[in-house]
T-cell receptor, first 114, second 114 residues
Framework: QKEVEQNSGPLSVPEGAIASLNCTYS??????FFWYRQYSGKSPELIMS????GDKEDGRFTAQLNKASQYVSLLIRDSQPSDSATYLC??????????????FGRGTQLTVWP | DVKVTQSSRYLVKRTGEKVFLECVQD?????MFWYRQDPGLGLRLIYF???????EKGDIPEGYSVSREKKERFSLILESASTNQTSMYLC?????????????FGPGTRLTVT
């Protein structure tokens, strides 16, 4: 069973701060990494995908990938109360990878207070 | 725009009933997935399918079966519902090939078995 580990939190930051969410994974040959946002009572929504080492920025969100350390993170700049949600990290099945199975962490709950 | 729909948002069934959960996607995706999500346990994969009439067991297939007769539709069947199958059920789909693996989720079905 592949492991995807996240700090369960809760993580609490003030409005305007940077929220940092972390994820480690066990399968060294994984190639695709994703961050999902899930509001309470709703389904997960894909917010970032990253495939190469380094940073990928999309608006206030930055995903960072370090395959050597088997580590992926999500930074949220200028955090807003509307960012309060659970964030799920997901990593692809690395073998027979066209099947597209993802392994999910249990999520980090983020609260942004005004 | 990406669209995954599920037949019901809320469902209440009695113990022993046969339950059908339907999922339809309009993105021409090859892969489809059924998860359940429970507090503290995260997303757990029940079954997935990478082609019409094909299916693969996930991590918790016991008590469930699936059917995929058409590319756009993936059904989850609870042969004889039990109270421990009370949960949020989420369907997702993704395309094959390249680096995709991005899974898109439906809104979920909250099933209560009494």
């Amino acid at each position: 069973q592949k492991e995807v580990e996240q700090n369960s939190g809760p993580l609490s930051v003030p409005e305007g701060a940077i929220a940092s969410l972390n994820c480690t994974y066990s399968d060294r040959v994984s190639q695709s990494f994703f961050w999902y946002r899930q509001y309470s009572g709703k389904s997960p929504e894909l917010i970032m995908s990253i495939y190469s080492n380094g940073d990928k920025e999309d608006g206030r969100f930055t995903a960072q990938l370090n395959k050597a350390s088997q580590y992926v993170s999500l930074l949220i700049r200028d955090s807003q109360p509307s960012d309060s949600a659970t964030y799920l990290c997901a990593v692809n099945e690395a073998r027979g990878s066209t099947l597209g199975r993802l392994y999910f962490g249990r999520g980090t709950q983020l609260t942004v207070w005004p | 725009d990406v669209k995954v729909t599920q037949s019901s948002r809320y469902l209440v069934k009695r113990t022993g009933e046969k339950v059908f959960l339907e999922c339809v996607q309009d993105m021409d995706h090859e892969n489809m997935f059924w998860y359940r999500q429970d507090p503290g346990l995260g997303l757990r994969l029940i079954y997935f399918s990478y082609d019409v009439k094909m299916k693969e067991k996930g991590d918790i297939p016991e008590g469930y079966s699936v059917s995929r007769e058409k590319k756009e539709r993936f059904s989850l069947i609870l042969e004889s519902a039990s109270t421990n199958q009370t949960s949020m059920y989420l369907c997702a789909s993704s395309s094959q090939g390249g680096r995709s693996h991005e899974q898109y989720f439906g809104p979920g079905t909250r099933l209560t078995v009494t």
